[in-house]
């Protein structure tokens, strides 16, 4: 009550100096509470960024939660401007550096050169502040992107012995404890995240998802009506995960096809993974050249495959398809014919391959035992 009703009376110019006052004197008395380790000490945010710049970064941490992968592109400017503008505001950098890492994992940069502009986005913000939580949060999705989940948690922890509310890092946390078979710390992980913020999409889902798997079905479906009431097609599509996690298709393509929330992309894939290839949903679709290929119906599969390429202008989904059609057909040379170019670089048309790509090229490889190329992808990955 005391921290609370303290009087903090500064000119508005102030606003970041006693901003940093409040935030020093709640989390100095509430740390022992909430289990840091260390507390916190007056941030630069005064001397490194005006009030509207801080503005424009908070509107871009919003983006980015909200943005898919064709938009981070642009998430991805708006940090590079902040970083311009205010060049020792080490959150921005932090900020840039993870965007460049969920760029590595999508189509819309190259994953090396996304990778190590991640990197040197980290070691400016380090620079600038050895102490911002979000720089230990990246180098643990670092670490994470390496399979090396032990140094990742290790970063994860020290974000939050810095930051002990920093509900990202409790996820990417449970991400790296649920990859590497530690499922009921993964869960502890969430309920923290829960305790901090009880209505987080993300949290909810992840709640849901792995107490299903442990058998926990009725504390899953509880952590559903909750994610129903705030996020609707996040619910949903969790709830059609359930389903499917425990080979319940029938209950799965009951939702699908009866929801208004499921968008068509969705009703595919899942439609796909049930293998459920002659529903008209699926028939209908761009894939529809990989569904007559699954079907053994070669020939209307190579036709189809050869209008898709020639209606379509996303070279990206046409290269995907062309791949995943010949796989389909069982022409595995044709498969890795497609790929290699993306892999040499001989045709510069063509879009790199991601990791997805690279580990589907080396399967391909190592069926024709192709060694030397094989290895040199592996070492790219």
């Known amino acids: 009550a005391e921290l609370w009703s303290e009087r903090y009376e500064r000119p508005l ?88 890492v969920r760029l590595s994992n999508t189509r819309e940069a190259d994953e090396s050169v996304a990778m190590a502009a991640a990197v040197d986005a980290l070691d400016t913000a380090r620079r600038l502040d050895e102490d911002e939580p979000m720089t230990y949060l990246v180098e643990g999705m670092l670490r994470a992107a390496e399979d090396d989940y032990d140094a990742a948690i290790e970063q994860y922890d020290r974000a939050l012995e810095l930051d002990p509310r920093l509900v990202d890092a409790y996820l990417r946390k449970q991400y790296a404890l649920a990859s590497s078979g530690r499922t009921e710390a993964a869960i502890e992980a969430l309920e923290k995240a ?56 029938a209950r799965a393509l009951y939702l699908m096809e009866r929801s208004e929330t499921s968008s068509p992309e969705d009703m595919v894939w899942g439609l ?21 290929a699954v079907l053994g119906r070669e020939e209307a599969a190579r036709r189809e495959l050869e209008e898709i390429r020639a209606e379509t202008d996303n070279i990206h989904l046409r290269e995907d398809l062309t791949f995943l059609t010949y796989l389909a057909l069982g022409d595995l040379a044709a498969a890795r014919d497609a790929l290699l170019p993306r892999w040499t670089g001989s045709d510069d048309s063509l879009p790199s391959l991601d990791l997805n790509d690279k580990r589907a090229l080396a399967a391909v490889l190592r069926y024709f035992e192709d060694t030397e190329t094989l290895d040199a992808v592996l070492a790219s990955m």
């Open 13 to 100: 110019i102030d606003l970041f100096v006693a901003q940093d006052d409040i935030a020093t004197n709640i989390v100095t008395a509430l740390g022992p509470h909430l289990g840091a380790v260390t507390t916190t000490k007056a941030s630069a945010t005064a001397e490194s960024i005006s009030p509207a710049q801080f503005e424009r970064f908070m509107q871009a941490r919003a983006f980015y939660y909200e943005a898919v992968d064709d938009e981070l592109l642009d998430v991805r400017d708006e940090f590079l401007a902040i970083t311009k503008l205010a060049p020792g505001f080490a959150p921005g950098w932090a900020w840039l550096a993870r965007t460049w």
């Open 272 to 292: 796909m993974t049930m293998n459920l290839y002659t529903h008209p949903a699926v028939q209908q679709t761009r894939y529809r050249a990989v569904v007559l």
């Open 194 to 249: 829960r305790s901090i913020d009880p209505l987080h999409t993300e949290v909810l889902s992840g709640l849901a998802h792995l107490l299903n798997l442990q058998g926990k079905v009725r504390e899953a479906f509880a952590a559903v009506e909750k994610l129903d009431e705030v996020a609707p097609t996040a619910g949903f599509n969790t709830e059609v995960h359930l389903y499917l996690d425990k080979g319940e298709s």
